[in-house]
């Protein structure tokens, strides 16, 4: 008994894209083996059902008529709640940030000569002294920010987007639901340099 051909070589016998040679091989083989004849049975009924069903296709050129989406009621009233909380939200972040003012001047680098490396001190030898046990510093805890809810359905899942408000110069988190509607939103406030 000679090798197996692979499902690609009997797949292609079956379409009878191999060279004259190599058919009477496959052939030849596929009567000794029963393994590659059951594969060759089951490509062509798969062939077979693949053309049933390429068949029972409409024509390319026949119209297909699309159903129409299922139309949404009070469309206009939700639009209308997020585009009031979205300009709640803008006021306060107008009102309660303070402005930015006065341009930065970064002042040019300047140019020192080169000079030889001075030598260094010379070093004396260390004092050991008792250290006095000091207390740790207090951390200030952090500021817990809360998001403010823009209708009145609980959230179950979203994801939270930052984007800038007043010009960008504000930054907020809003939450948006799976829906892709906004659900909630807060100011982000610098505290001690890291954005929370």
Do not use: F
């Amino acid at each position: 008994m000679t090798q197996c051909w692979s499902e690609g070589e009997l797949r292609a016998y079956l379409d009878h894209e191999l060279s004259a040679r190599d058919m009477e091989r496959v052939a030849a083989h596929i009567h000794e083996c029963s393994g590659c004849e059951g594969v060759c049975v089951e490509l062509a009924e798969r062939a077979s059902r693949l053309r049933d069903w390429m068949d029972a296709l409409p024509d390319a050129d026949a119209p297909v008529r699309i159903p129409a989406a299922p139309r949404r009621v009070q469309t206009g009233r939700r639009w209308a709640g997020v585009a009031a909380g979205l300009a709640a939200a803008s006021l306060l972040g107008v009102v309660l940030l303070p402005k930015r003012g006065g341009e930065i001047v970064v002042a040019p680098k300047a140019v020192l000569p080169k000079s030889p490396v001075p030598a260094p001190p010379p070093v004396n030898p260390a004092i050991i002294r008792r250290e006095i046990p000091r207390a740790a510093p207090v951390k200030p805890k952090p500021q817990v920010q809360y998001y403010v809810a823009l209708d009145n359905e609980p959230i179950e899942t979203g994801l939270v987007v930052r984007v800038g408000l007043n010009g960008g110069q504000v930054p907020a988190d809003v939450i948006v639901g799976p829906d892709g509607r906004m659900r909630a939103i807060r100011l982000v406030i610098e505290n001690s340099g890291e954005l929370k």
